[in-house]
């Protein structure tokens, strides 16, 4: 309430004739009628709007604009500019989600708006495909881009990536089918093969009753009083990686307080028995190196490609049987390791096998056989003679000139030869150092090969970046948001890649 007047002097008390105020009575001071007031002026601005919506507008306090706030003399040029780009920052990092009060982004603004100071698939079910670059820079960093995110109509994705590569865009080189359709090498994610393998492994087993036992216990504790007598819960997922293993430890864990709530009498669950436990453990034992293998070739700022083979070739050692291990766990290793040496064959072991050599780690092969080797070394020979020609000038063909080429061409080889030989030569590095680092120092003194290395050793082990576009995308595109075009998407998307890989 004004003094003297309601709804910013639009109203005013009727005056008495001894001068008192008429609290009872109102005043328009644009029409002159006369209103009861009953202690509330929610009626005004009915008359207001009826029969002076000109005035309607204006009437009440109202927050002030940016730009009338700037007015008064508060944000500065600086400040203006500061904050338009902490929007920016914000609207692109964020991709702006609903709980905007928890980002960052938003932070940074109200610290530019306070003069720094701080005071607090798709739901529509459509097909993006995401797509990421990999490369090692002129100073040997592993750097990884997003290229683009791409919606698609058609069911066929391997169809529908060569339709792409046709018009220009970028192609989805992940999927087995679509490699086979496009002029690519494929690289298929070690982390899902290593999956599906212990899926395989686990059917079947001795380990599915008391699996499928930890699973209801996991599905009572999601719905009880107790949930909150333990820690969060864990239940494995069929697409999540070493999410078996992490609901057995869950269940070792909180063993005690298991056995003291499911052993009483009114209890709908039963308690794993001392030999299913038993047996938990024992699965515990042989997937535990299985996360380590899954993480170590998830990494994205590392070279994690040519520890593939090595990785594979210590799993394959773990599993080798032993004569203390029960006829269940013999059954479990036999299964696995059948199927881990059929998906490993049926992968692009020639792009592996080459990156496990040009890792100054691996580079003695001991995971592979001495045939195997050999191989290996003579497809290095043949790329550095290619990666040597094509940096050679154009040799004139003519007759006159061919013993001269040969003579050339014996020197080529023997400088390869040489070449190579240099690099066996070198001491191999521990299996904790960088070998990017290596080859920054050694980079002039192996030319040829550097450039070799640089392609084979930039190719990530795993989807995890794609993975990792996907799940952005699942935040973007939700209910409020659904009516979002492709193209938007795909600017969200890779903007707010892009900052995040500026600020780290």
């Known amino acids: 309430m004004d003094e003297g007047g309601l709804l910013g002097g639009k109203f005013l008390f009727k005056k008495l004739p001894d001068g008192l105020l008429d609290k009872t009575r109102v005043r328009c001071t644009i029409c002159k009628a006369e209103f009861r007031y009953h202690r509330s002026s929610l009626s005004l601005p009915y008359h207001l709007r009826a029969k002076h919506p000109t005035e309607s507008a204006s009437t009440g306090p109202r927050q002030s604009t940016l730009q009338e706030y700037g007015a008064r003399g508060r944000i500065t040029q600086n400040v203006r500019e500061k904050l338009t780009n902490s929007l920016v920052v914000w609207i692109a990092k964020n991709c702006r989600p609903v709980s905007i009060v928890e980002d960052d982004g938003l932070r940074e603004v109200i610290r530019a708006a306070s003069g720094d100071v701080y005071h607090w698939t798709s739901v529509n079910n459509d097909n993006y495909l995401g797509v990421t670059a990999h490369f090692i820079d002129n100073d040997w960093t592993v750097q990884s881009f997003a290229l683009t995110v791409s919606k698609t ?3 066929h994705y391997a169809e529908c990536c060569k339709r792409m590569e046709n018009q220009g865009q970028a192609n989805h080189a992940w999927h087995r089918q679509c490699s086979r359709l496009l002029p690519f090498e494929h690289m298929p994610c070690m982390a899902h093969i290593l999956q599906r393998t212990v899926t395989v492994s686990l059917n079947d087993s001795a380990f599915e009753r008391a699996l499928a036992k930890c699973r209801k216990i996991g599905e009572h504790f999601e719905h009880s009083a107790h949930r909150h007598q333990t820690e969060p819960l864990v239940q494995d997922v069929p ?4 999410s078996t293993l992490e609901m ?16 009483q009498p009114n209890s709908k669950v039963t308690m794993l028995t001392d030999q299913e436990l038993d047996r938990l453990q024992k699965l515990e034992e042989i997937l535990e190196p299985c996360r380590y293998v899954t993480e170590l070739l998830g990494g994205e700022q590392y070279v994690s490609c040519s520890m593939v083979l090595p990785a594979l070739c210590h799993l394959f050692r773990i599993m080798e049987p032993s004569d203390d291990d029960p006829v269940y ?7 696995f390791t059948t199927d881990l040496a059929q998906r490993r064959d049926s992968s692009n072991l020639t792009w592996l096998k080459i990156a496990t050599a040009l890792d100054p780690r691996f580079k003695d092969l001991k995971c592979l056989s001495k045939d195997e080797r050999r191989e290996v070394w003579a497809s290095v020979h043949d790329f550095l003679m290619a990666e040597t020609h094509a940096h050679q000038p154009s040799a004139q063909t003519t007759e006159e000139r061919s013993p001269k080429k040969s003579k050339m061409s014996i020197c080529l080889l023997d400088a390869i030869d040489r070449s190579l030989n240099l690099y066996k030569a070198e001491p191999k590095i521990d299996i904790g150092e960088r070998p990017l680092q290596w080859w920054l120092k ?5 030319a040829r090969l550097a450039a070799i290395a640089r392609k084979y050793l930039s190719t990530p082990a795993t989807t995890v970046p794609c993975e990792r576009l996907f799940s952005l995308s699942g935040h973007i595109i939700q209910k409020k948001r659904a009516s979002l075009s492709s193209d938007n998407v795909n600017r969200i998307v890779c903007l707010s890649n892009w900052l995040s890989a500026k600020k780290d």
């Open 248 to 263: 057995i430890k869950w269940i070792q864990r909180n063993k005690s307080g298991l056995i003291t709530i499911l052993t």
């Open 329 to 335: 766990v013999l059954r479990f290793k036999k299964v």
């Open 239 to 242: 697409t999540r990686w070493n």
């Open 153 to 155: 109509e058609e069911r």
């Open 442 to 446: 050694r980079e002039g003194a192996h």
